[in-house]
């Protein structure tokens, strides 16, 4: 069965600073996996998509890595906001061919305090 | 539309009720998926469409539930007879044709439907 675990559950970091979020997946074939961030109340919003040949991509202060080989992505935080308390989700689609199969993980709750 | 649009925002309908839920994707995107997310759970997948046709109904989680599509714009996802357990946050997301897999998903803010 396609799984996509992500650690910690849950986070609370101080402002200013970096912090690092972990996802292990299982799904195969692997095609892409992507990070989202959904603020509490709100719909998903899309920050990274990496495809098998690609091992990092930034955007803005985050930054998502792919190890294709041990299936394990990091989202990485730069010197944190308030605005970035939000749950982060890894989303990992099993088809080459196919938008929908994707596999939900259950989300990194990340809370930044001043 | 500039986004994808989700009505109505927030339900409370009474158990044994039918509810609708509307979604209207972002204009020119033929691919279409709704999720059902219950309180600290992951997305689960229900329906996808393609154009106004449903290859993929699988994740339906009863014979209550169903979906439609008009042409390439609005679906509606329909419960009926709903249950306590329906209660979530029902999120729809549009995207360009699946036939690349790195297409964007862009989802909308969610319907929050509550039985009581």
């Known amino acids: 069965k396609n799984q996509v675990e992500q650690s910690p559950q849950s986070l609370i970091i101080l402002e200013g600073k970096n912090c690092t979020l972990q996802c292990n997946y299982t799904v195969s074939p692997f095609s892409n996996l992507r990070w989202y961030k959904q603020d509490t109340g709100r719909g998903p919003v899309s920050l990274t998509i990496?495809?098998?040949?690609?091992n990092t991509k930034s955007n803005g202060r985050y930054t998502a890595t792919l190890d294709a080989d041990t299936k394990q992505s990091s989202l990485h935080i730069t010197a944190s906001q308030l605005s970035d308390s939000a749950s982060y989700i890894c989303v990992v689609s099993d088809s080459g061919g196919s938008n929908y199969k994707l596999t939900f993980g259950k989300g990194t709750l990340l809370t930044v305090n001043p | 539309g500039a986004g994808v649009s989700q009505s109505p925002s927030n339900k409370v309908t009474e158990k044994g009720k039918d509810v609708e839920l509307r979604c209207d994707p972002i204009?020119?995107?033929?691919?279409l998926y709704w999720y059902r997310q219950r309180l600290g759970q992951g997305l689960e997948f229900l329906i996808y469409?393609?154009?106004?046709?449903?290859?993929?109904k699988s994740g339906l989680p009863s014979d209550r539930f169903s979906a439609e599509r008009t042409g390439e714009s609005v679906s509606t996802l329909t419960i009926q007879r709903t249950q306590q357990e329906d209660s979530a946050v029902y999120l729809c997301?549009?995207?360009?044709?699946?036939?690349?897999?790195?297409?964007?998903?862009?989802f909308g803010e969610g319907s929050w439907l509550t039985v009581v």
């Open positions: 997301a549009s995207s360009l044709a699946t036939g690349y897999s790195g297409n964007t998903i862009y």
């Open positions: 990496m495809t098998f040949s690609e």
């Open positions: 469409f393609q154009g106004n046709s449903a290859p993929d």
């Open positions: 204009s020119g995107h033929t691919a």
